[in-house]
């Protein structure tokens, strides 16, 4: 019967990290799973969630396209998504113009074009039918002028602005947007940036992706418009609130200029 039906939960960026953390989360609490990365260890996630019980569907594929997206909604098949945690997500150190444009681009379309292409989509069958759960996850970086990280923090900031605006829009419906916003975490994030000879980078002292997968997916769970993960982030926040933008700037440059991470 559909009420015996167990619910399901979508989570892109689940390969490693705070996605698949949020995906154990999820899977422990009883739903069915679908995730998806560009990584190809996405396999080896689906291995390991799926011995709490729960189907599993994963998928390798790149979602900074529309075509990869589509295809993660060929997965999902039509069926009612509870939840959706969009956690897919790429940064790119270095100044901006050294950087490739293929790969700011690939940031870009990953962190914004295929996020919210896929959050449409879904969101407006959640909107149908009153009920639904959408986590994004944002940065505490949006709040910041990412200096030699401008197009990610730039990414960033787009997604924590576009979660509120998306949450004041459906404040009269049954569907929830939760914005996540973490500092840096102990991640292959800093690896894949390109970013371990930066002071950020370099910092031993990281959050653990458990510990914020687990900040979001209650803020989630209980409707909560956005969420700081950790003190020291709730702090910056707040500082960053009252800051000049060019001092921000300046702030950022001395956790990411390459070669401020060396000793």
Known sequence: MIEDQRPLAVITGASSG?????????????????????EPSIVESKDALEQHGGKVDALQVDLSTTEGVDALLTLIGGRQVDALMANAGRGLGHGFLDQDWAEARFVIDTNIT???????????????????????????????????????????????????ALRNELKDTGVTISCL???????????????????????????????????????????EG???????????AAVAAVTPQSVLAEQHRKMAQPGTGKS
């Open 226 to 236: 956005d969420v700081v993960a950790g003190f020291k982030n709730k702090l910056q």
């Open 18 to 38: 705070i996605g698949y953390e949020l995906a154990r989360l999820a899977a422990e609490d009883g739903y069915d799973l679908v995730i998806a990365a560009d």
């Open 181 to 223: 916003m973490p500092g840096p975490t102990d991640t292959e994030f800093f690896e894949r940036a390109d970013m371990l000879d930066t002071k950020v980078g370099a910092d031993p002292k990281k959050a653990d992706p458990a510990d914020v997968a687990k900040v979001g997916y209650r803020a989630m769970q209980k409707g």
């Open 114 to 164: 295929g996020t919210v292409y896929l959050i449409q989509n879904i969101g407006r069958e959640m909107r149908e039918r009153d009920r639904g759960k959408i986590l994004i996850t944002g940065s505490i970086a949006g709040l910041m002028p990412g200096s030699f990280q401008a197009v990610y923090n730039g990414t960033k900031a787009f997604l924590d602005s576009f979660a509120w």
